[in-house]
T-cell receptor, first 113, second 115 residues
């Protein structure tokens, strides 16, 4: 039930855009995105609750296609500070009464000058 | 506001030993969950505690156990350590009771190396 993320790794130059995809074989109740910098704790970026919902965070936004059981994270005009590993997470059925998540294996994003 | 605190940050054990990891959640958060992070498997859910009760458990052997105290602090224990238990163990707390709508606040983790 672990979501599949693509690509596994991407290298960008400052100012370039990137898209990270997250897809699931199971129904998605919501999609959460986190970023983890090397040696640090994962940090919450955003949550998408409804199909088709798009959220934004600075120049990072995301979409959620409930029908296709997919979510995409968009990073525009990337900055050096965007470097890190991005994870999508989806709550299990038990997520309605708890905080049990399935996380994707992550996408390593490196922004270079 | 203090974040999630995990101790110890690093530890080295040998096969067969046991280990206890500690997690102090953000004040007011009653939900504490544990994840194992490895390069190959990513973040894998271990278990979650809420008000001292285990609510959910992941697909890990019984050697992995945990508990939560009345002040919401949590510990996890791994007995009879195996080489494959080497990982970063992350604790996360949440204010919300439902993962569908709630965000997780992670600690920096305890890095366990089993020799």
């Amino acid at each position: 039930q672990q979501p599949v993320q693509s690509p596994q790794a991407v290298i960008l130059r400052e100012g370039e855009d990137a898209v990270i995809n997250c897809s699931s074989s199971k129904a998605l109740y919501s999609v959460h995105w986190y970023r983890q910098k090397h040696g640090e704790a994962p940090v919450f970026l955003m949550i998408l609750l409804k199909g088709g919902e798009q959220k934004g965070h600075e120049k990072i936004s995301a979409s959620f296609n409930e029908k296709k059981q997919q979510s995409s994270l968009y990073l525009t005009a990337s900055q050096l500070s965007y470097s890190g590993t991005y994870f999508c997470g989806t709550p299990s059925m038990a997520g309605w009464t708890g905080n049990q998540f399935y996380f994707g294996t992550g996408t390593s994003l490196t922004v270079i000058p | 506001k203090a974040g999630v605190t995990q101790t110890p940050r690093y530890l080295i054990k040998t096969r067969g030993q046991q280990v206890t990891l500690s997690c102090s959640p953000i004040s007011g958060h009653r939900s504490v969950s544990w994840y194992q992070q490895t390069p190959g498997q990513g973040l894998q859910f271990l278990f979650e505690y809420f008000s001292e009760t285990q609510r959910n458990k992941g697909n890990f052997p019984g050697r992995f156990s945990g508990r939560q105290f009345s002040n919401s602090r949590s510990e996890m224990n791994v007995s009879t350590l195996e080489l494959g238990d080497s990982a970063l163990y992350l604790c996360a707390s949440s204010l919300r009771t439902s993962g569908v709508t709630g965000e997780l606040f992670f600690g920096e983790g305890s890095r366990l190396t089993v020799l």
